[in-house]
């Protein structure tokens, strides 16, 4: 089935540690985008890519890197410059304009 | 800046009941509005997508209209089963500059549907 898989499900950083979080998606979708969620909160754009070699800050992109050097994967790398990361993170995906957006299982990120 | 507004942020049902979930956003230029919906610790599943031209959709039991004009979406759920127990989210595209690739979120209505 296609999907969106995003690894691990559960992640702890230690202080000073730069940690990255896996998503990967079999939907052929161009698009791909990370959010954060924090508690009572609704998501907010870390980061987007809508091609190959090219992506975009979001609204909270400081802290945090990506890379898109292939369709189907679109990595995170949580920085130590990330004070506050505790957080519950989203990867999604879209093939296009108009299209709806599709959501990965998230990875739940602790300090340790 | 488009601003989401989702009231209220939690309501309980008894089984049975239909029952609807609002949604207000300031910048009514908006490409289209999407409902998902998300269990405790899990990601978020699309609901309905609603294109800027339309007025509603349909799937199942879930209805979603639309009043661009006014700023303001409605998610109806016929009968409500304690299935339908999840936070429901609602997100807006919008043509502002700057933003037409990104999704604004509200923060969501916890529904919690009783037995």
Redesign the interface.
């Known amino acids: 089935d296609g999907g969106?898989t995003?690894s691990p499900k559960y992640l702890f950083r230690k202080e000073g540690q730069n940690v990255t979080l896996s998503c990967e998606q079999n939907l052929n979708h161009d698009?791909m985008y990370w959010y954060r969620q924090d508690p009572?909160?609704?998501?907010?754009?870390i980061y987007?890519s809508?091609i190959v070699n090219d992506f975009q800050k979001?609204?909270i992109a400081e802290g945090y890197s990506v890379s898109r050097e292939k369709k189907e994967s679109f990595p995170l790398t949580v920085t130590s410059a990330q004070k506050n990361p505790t957080a519950f993170y989203?990867c999604?995906s879209r093939s296009g304009?108009?299209?709806?957006?599709?959501?990965?299982?998230?990875t739940?990120l602790s300090i340790l | 800046k488009q601003e989401v507004t989702q009231i209220p942020a939690a309501l309980s049902v008894p089984e049975g009941e239909n029952l609807v979930l609002n949604c207000s956003f300031t910048d009514s230029a908006i490409y289209n509005l999407q409902w998902f919906r998300q269990d405790p610790g899990k990601g978020l599943t699309s609901l309905l997508l609603i294109q800027s031209s339309q007025r509603e959709q349909t799937s199942g039991r879930l209805n979603a209209s639309l009043d661009k004009s006014s700023g303001r979406s409605t998610l109806y759920i016929a009968a409500s089963q304690p299935g339908d127990s999840a936070t429901y989210l609602c997100a807006v595209r919008t043509f502002s500059s700057g933003s037409a690739r990104q999704l604004t979120f509200g923060s969501g209505t916890q529904l919690t549907v009783l037995p």
């Open positions: 969106i995003q698009a009572g909160q609704g998501l907010r754009l987007y809508q979001g609204d989203l999604a304009v108009g299209q709806p957006q599709h959501f990965g299982d998230g739940r």
